[in-house]
Nanobody, 115 residues
Framework: QVQLVESGGGMVQAGGSLRLSCAAS????????MTWYRQAPGKQRELVAL???????NYADSVKGRFTISRDNAKNAVYLQMNSLKPEDTAVYYC?????????WGQGTQVTVSS
């Protein structure tokens, strides 16, 4: 069973930065796509950023130019650098990875941006 462990969440003022990390364990297989989602209170979970095994990236319009997704294949890890944070970025952020066609979720990490 693949496990994803996120870290790096916290509380920051508007305009600040945070860097989220997600590391996959218990797998020796190459991870295909890795994705960050977020879910704010009372809202549906939404895709924030995705990176394929080949390094192609895709972002939600709301975070383009502010967030950057990257990965380290040797460590089976994905990162989300979040700059110019806004109060509306407040949410629980989840890591999602596809390994040999099966999807796995992390436990989530809280990001709170105060105005």
């Amino acid at each position: 069973q693949v496990q994803l462990v996120e870290s790096g969440g916290g509380m920051v003022q508007a305009g600040g930065s945070l860097r989220l990390s997600c590391a996959a364990s218990k797998t020796s297989f190459t991870i295909n796509s890795m994705t960050w989602y977020r879910q704010a209170p009372g809202k549906q979970r939404e895709l924030v950023a995705l990176i394929t095994g080949g390094g192609t990236t895709n972002y939600a319009d709301s975070v383009k130019g502010r967030f950057t997704i990257s990965r380290d294949n040797a460590k089976n890890a994905v990162y989300l650098q979040m700059n110019s944070l806004k109060p509306e970025d407040t949410a629980v952020y989840y890591c999602y990875a596809v390994v040999i066609g099966a999807g796995y979720w992390g436990q989530g990490t809280q990001v709170t941006v105060s105005s």
